[in-house]
């Protein structure tokens, strides 16, 4: 270092100690990380010494399915740890780097001879920093020791979670692949394998305490899905139970009145049961990643609400088809006690299956009721084919398990069983959100608005079949799920949409191409709704000027459709550096080609921002002239008096005249031309004009109407009667029946219109002598 900078090398170096200093008062991070590490894992170790000797391959396929969510909770808890531990670790790490090389620095400094010069005072001073670099450096060792072995301890851990997460795996893997194969001997040569009782109950117990921490430790992570779940969880309560009360209010001022009776009286009457039902199916929603045992716990909580929350209707339609379902998922959840034991499991599943096939027989042979039409007739027709269906592949479940196929066995019975359940709870859902949907709307506060007087019935529809829509493909995934096939489809569908190019940086594959087609036709739905959500509340808003409701919801509209491209730029994979030279290439295109188009878009803008024209106004810009039907950012649609719709571009609405006749009042003045014969007294005429106008309905009082006598004509007198109209669109009109008055009146009081006389003088021509 040169002589001159060691004074303000030792008070930077001095700072740096001092930092080290504060880093090794500090507690050790090392304590703390520890003990977080030790929380991920005992769990780890409980489900490594469960699955040991291939445990795996005898567990049924709901237990695999939990073992691999909660090892991919475990890998999540571990990323998250990795990150704090490297944000806790990190200063330790650099600390000890930059005093050592500033002990380097300092070793050198010295070994050159440039410290033999400094005065007494500052070569004690550089001295005593050595000797505290040392002391911190040695106490940061320390400390990176104890680190160190916590790292080293950390990645045993994660190399467990992934040993364990592919092993839940590849045992899923071998059950699908042995679908299709027989797992025991058949039924007549015994019932297979049996732990003993006592050894399946501990299996039990231990499984159901992994299941418990697993729970316990995942509500303890607070994840957003978490949150959002307990917000919607703690609203929904209070907002069904005030539905239900200003619902019921409303009733009772509406009895014995007129109006029809309370449309959702009956869709709210159990409202515990509907925000039972509906809280348990948020479970399922929006922690689709939750413990196996929380979201059967959440299904079994629904069960009673799903049989008081259907429809009426639907219960007479069907009969007892909804109570034996219920009864057959109970009693599957029942066998969870059995599935230790293979041989009790297999036994179980064989009366399961049994009982399933003698509730569809019994219901298949009760008398069906005659004359239902409508959608009751429609479903009634289609239980029937299902019920079949259902018989149909609970025969073949029982015949597997004859044969020894246990796993198919227990994968048709349980898929049956199971999504006849989930179709039942969903459609009671549809129901309770119907019934909700309906309320809100009938409120007072939501009844006003203008989007709900106007659109109500399209709302109302499009807001049933999302609902429905959502709940068959809700139904139909977990269909899928429970009958084994969602997982294959799953794979092979991450192969087809992997195929793609790749041309250096930029890379496209169909995944990404059908991720960006799905968002931008979400973005372009979700602009086009707030438009027409905007334009319908905001021009009636007495706080906005004339037209910004207009401005606010075309601006709205294209600025969602440009966020939501982005983002599906982004959600396709798409980076910023591989749309420079798409970007370059814009640039070019509108320096050279694309002035206009560019001039026009700002001029969109600016008609947006000062709103000198609004939808409905009459203009005539040049040679066009008519009402204008909407104002895009490029262009402005004005359609004609004649009922053309003509495409004005922006650029000629800015640059050009512009005549607005709507723009502050919809007034327009009417002028007609009146004449009269020289002997008629003017102010009998201008009197007459006045009246007839005066009397004329549509004209206004404010200003009055005024005739006058313009000038002295070749054969009359000339006079003009001007009268306003405070309705545009009637000026037409007006200025007809004003016309036809006027004529009427002068007739009536004699008084004569002079017309053009032309005297024609005949003059004969002599023959000539050719003639």
Same mark, same amino acid.
């Given at each position: 270092?040169?002589?001159?900078?060691?004074?303000?090398?030792?008070?930077?170096?001095?700072?740096?100690?001092?930092?080290?200093?504060?880093?090794?008062?500090?507690?050790?991070?090392?304590?703390?990380?520890?003990?977080?590490?030790?929380?991920?894992?005992?769990?780890?170790?409980?489900?490594?010494?469960?699955?040991?000797?291939?445990?795996?391959?005898?567990?049924?396929?709901?237990?695999?399915?939990?073992?691999?969510?909660?090892?991919?909770?475990?890998?999540?808890?571990?990323?998250?740890?990795?990150?704090?531990?490297?944000?806790?670790?990190?200063?330790?790490?650099?600390?000890?780097?930059?005093?050592?090389?500033?002990?380097?620095?300092?070793?050198?400094?010295?070994?050159?001879?440039?410290?033999?010069?400094?005065?007494?005072?500052?070569?004690?001073?550089?001295?005593?920093?050595?000797?505290?670099?040392?002391?911190?450096?040695?106490?940061?060792?320390?400390?990176?020791?104890?680190?160190?072995?916590?790292?080293?301890?950390?990645?045993?851990?994660?190399?467990?979670?992934?040993?364990?997460?592919?092993?839940?795996?590849?045992?899923?893997?071998?059950?699908?692949?042995?679908?299709?194969?027989?797992?025991?001997?058949?039924?007549?040569?015994?019932?297979?394998?049996?732990?003993?009782?006592?050894?399946?109950?501990?299996?039990?117990?231990?499984?159901?305490?992994?299941?418990?921490?697993?729970?316990?430790?995942?509500?303890?992570?607070?994840?957003?899905?978490?949150?959002?779940?307990?917000?919607?969880? #703690?609203? +929904? $309560? =209070?907002?069904? %139970?005030?539905?239900?009360?200003?619902?019921?209010? &409303?009733? !009772?001022? *509406?009895?014995? @009145?007129?109006?029809?009776?309370?449309?959702?009286?009956?869709?709210?009457?159990?409202?515990?049961?509907?925000?039972?039902?509906?809280?348990?199916?948020?479970?399922?929603?929006?922690?689709?990643?939750?413990?196996?045992?929380?979201?059967?716990?959440?299904?079994?909580?629904?069960?009673?609400?799903? #049989?008081? +929350? $259907? =429809?009426?209707? %639907?219960?007479?339609?069907?009969?007892?088809?909804? &109570?034996? !379902?219920? *009864?057959?998922? @109970?009693?599957?959840?029942?066998?969870?006690?059995?599935?230790?034991?293979?041989?009790?499991?297999?036994?179980?599943?064989?009366?399961?299956?049994?009982?399933?096939?003698?509730?569809?027989?019994?219901?298949?042979?009760?008398?069906?009721?005659?004359?239902?039409?409508?959608?009751?007739?429609?479903?009634?027709? +289609?239980?029937?084919?299902?019920?079949?269906?259902?018989?149909?592949?609970?025969?073949?479940? !029982?015949?597997?398990?004859?044969?020894?196929?246990?796993?198919?066995?227990?994968?048709?019975?349980?898929?049956?069983?199971?999504?006849?359940?989930?179709?039942?709870?969903?459609?009671?859902?549809?129901?309770?959100?119907?019934?909700?949907?309906?309320?809100?709307?009938?409120?007072?506060?939501?009844?006003?608005?203008?989007?709900?007087?106007?659109?109500?019935?399209?709302?109302?529809?499009?807001?049933?079949?999302?609902?429905?829509?959502? !709940?068959?493909?809700?139904?139909?995934?977990?269909?899928?799920?429970?009958?084994?096939?969602?997982?294959?489809?799953?794979?092979?569908?991450?192969?087809?949409?992997?195929?793609?190019?790749?041309?250096?940086?930029?890379?496209?594959?169909?995944?990404?191409?059908?991720?960006?087609?799905?968002?931008?036709?979400?973005?372009?739905?979700?602009?086009?709704?707030?438009?027409?959500?905007?334009?319908?509340?905001?021009?009636?808003?007495?706080?906005?000027?004339?037209?910004?409701?207009?401005?606010?919801?075309?601006?709205?509209?294209?600025?969602?459709?440009?966020?939501?491209?982005?983002?599906?730029?982004?959600?396709?994979?798409?980076?910023?550096?591989?749309?420079?030279?798409?970007?370059?290439?814009?640039?070019?295109?509108?320096?050279?080609?694309?002035?206009?188009?560019?001039?026009?878009?700002?001029?969109?803008?600016?008609?947006?921002?000062?709103?000198?024209?609004?939808?409905?106004?009459?203009?005539?810009?040049?040679?066009?002239?008519?009402?204008?039907?909407?104002?895009?950012?490029?262009?402005?649609?004005?359609?004609?008096?004649?009922?053309?719709?003509?495409?004005?571009?922006?650029?000629?609405?800015?640059?050009?005249?512009?005549?607005?006749?709507?723009?502050?009042?919809?007034?327009?003045?009417?002028?007609?031309?009146?004449?009269?014969?020289?002997?008629?007294?003017?102010?009998?005429?201008?009197?007459?004009?006045?009246?007839?106008?005066?009397?004329?309905?549509?004209?206004?009082?404010?200003?009055?109407?005024?005739?006058?006598?313009?000038?002295?004509?070749?054969?009359?007198?000339?006079?003009?009667?001007?009268?306003?109209?405070?309705?545009?669109?009637?000026?037409?009109?007006?200025?007809?029946?004003?016309?036809?008055?006027?004529?009427?009146?002068?007739?009536?009081?004699?008084?004569?219109?002079?017309?053009?006389?032309?005297?024609?003088?005949?003059?004969?021509?002599?023959?000539?002598?050719?003639?």
């Amino acid at each position: 270092m040169p002589v001159s900078d060691l004074l303000a090398r030792a008070d930077e170096d001095q700072q740096r100690v001092d930092r080290a200093r504060q880093l090794l008062q500090a507690p050790d991070p090392s304590d703390r990380l520890g003990r977080s590490l030790d929380a991920i894992v005992r769990p780890v170790e409980a489900k490594l010494a469960q699955s040991a000797g291939g445990a795996l391959h005898l567990l049924p396929i709901m237990r695999l399915e939990s073992l691999a969510r909660h090892w991919d909770f475990d890998a999540r808890r571990f990323a998250t740890w990795e990150l704090q531990a490297r944000w806790a670790l990190a200063p330790y790490g650099d600390a000890a780097v930059e005093l050592s090389q500033r002990r380097a620095a300092w070793a050198a400094t010295r070994t050159a001879g440039q410290l033999d010069v400094l005065p007494p005072a500052l070569a004690e001073r550089v001295q005593a920093l050595q000797g505290q670099i040392d002391e911190a450096e040695a106490g940061l060792g320390a400390a990176l020791t104890r680190q160190l072995a916590l790292t080293q301890r950390a990645s045993d851990v994660k190399a467990r979670i992934r040993a364990g997460s592919n092993d839940v795996a590849a045992a899923i893997d071998d059950l699908d692949r042995r679908l299709l194969q027989t797992d025991v001997s058949p039924l007549w040569q015994g019932l297979g394998t049996s732990v003993g009782s006592r050894t399946a109950w501990e299996q039990v117990v231990s499984g159901l305490q992994i299941e418990r921490q697993f729970a316990i430790d995942y509500h303890a992570a607070h994840t957003g899905n978490q949150q959002a779940l307990r917000i919607v969880q #703690l609203l +929904l $309560l =209070p907002l069904i %139970l005030w539905l239900v009360v200003r619902s019921r209010r &409303q009733g !009772a001022q *509406a009895q014995g @009145a007129a109006s029809p009776p309370h449309r959702v009286a009956q869709a709210l009457r159990r409202p515990i049961s509907a925000w039972l039902l509906l809280a348990m199916l948020a479970v399922l929603v929006l922690e689709p990643d939750a413990p196996m045992l929380v979201q059967e716990a959440a299904l079994a909580l629904a069960l009673l609400p799903v #049989l008081r +929350l $259907l =429809p009426a209707s %639907l219960l007479r339609t069907l009969g007892a088809w909804p &109570q034996a !379902a219920i *009864a057959l998922y @109970a009693l599957d959840r029942v066998g969870v006690a059995a599935v230790a034991d293979p041989a009790l499991y297999r036994l179980f599943l064989l009366l399961l299956n049994g009982v399933a096939l003698a509730l569809t027989l019994w219901l298949l042979g009760r008398p069906v009721p005659a004359g239902v039409d409508g959608p009751a007739g429609l479903l009634q027709r +289609l239980v029937r084919p299902t019920a079949w269906t259902a018989l149909a592949l609970l025969s073949v479940a !029982a015949a597997c398990n004859l044969v020894g196929n246990v796993s198919l066995a227990e994968t048709l019975t349980s898929g049956v069983i199971d999504s006849g359940y989930m179709a039942l709870l969903l459609t009671a859902a549809v129901a309770a959100g119907t019934g909700l949907v309906l309320a809100i709307l009938d409120q007072p506060e939501v009844a006003r608005r203008r989007l709900v007087r106007q659109h109500e019935p399209v709302v109302l529809k499009a807001g049933m079949r999302l609902l429905a829509l959502g !709940a068959g493909l809700g139904w139909l995934l977990y269909a899928m799920d429970r009958f084994r096939v969602l997982r294959p489809l799953q794979r092979v569908g991450m192969e087809v949409l992997g195929l793609g190019v790749e041309v250096g940086q930029v890379s496209v594959h169909l995944g990404d191409v059908l991720v960006f087609m799905v968002s931008v036709a979400l973005a372009y739905w979700a602009a086009r709704a707030v438009r027409r959500l905007l334009r319908d509340e905001l021009p009636g808003h007495a706080g906005l000027p004339r037209g910004a409701g207009n401005s606010i919801a075309s601006l709205s509209y294209y600025g969602v459709l440009l966020l939501g491209t982005l983002v599906a730029l982004s959600a396709a994979g798409f980076q910023v550096s591989q749309l420079a030279l798409v970007f370059g290439a814009l640039g070019v295109g509108i320096g050279f080609g694309l002035q206009n188009v560019v001039n026009n878009f700002v001029s969109g803008l600016v008609l947006m921002v000062e709103r000198p024209i609004q939808p409905g106004d009459l203009v005539e810009v040049g040679p066009t002239a008519g009402t204008v039907r909407e104002i895009g950012l490029r262009a402005t649609i004005i359609r004609t008096y004649e009922g053309a719709d003509v495409v004005v571009p922006n650029g000629l609405l800015v640059s050009s005249n512009l005549t607005n006749w709507t723009l502050f009042d919809r007034s327009r003045r009417i002028e007609i031309t009146v004449t009269a014969a020289y002997d008629t007294d003017p102010s009998r005429v201008l009197a007459l004009l006045e009246e007839v106008a005066r009397r004329l309905p549509g004209i206004a009082a404010q200003p009055p109407p005024a005739a006058q006598l313009t000038g002295y004509g070749d054969s009359a007198l000339n006079f003009v009667l001007r009268a306003w109209t405070q309705d545009i669109g009637a000026w037409g009109s007006l200025r007809s029946e004003l016309l036809a008055r006027t004529l009427a009146a002068l007739q009536a009081e004699g008084i004569d219109i002079p017309y053009n006389q032309l005297d024609i003088h005949l003059r004969r021509t002599p023959p000539t002598a050719a003639s």
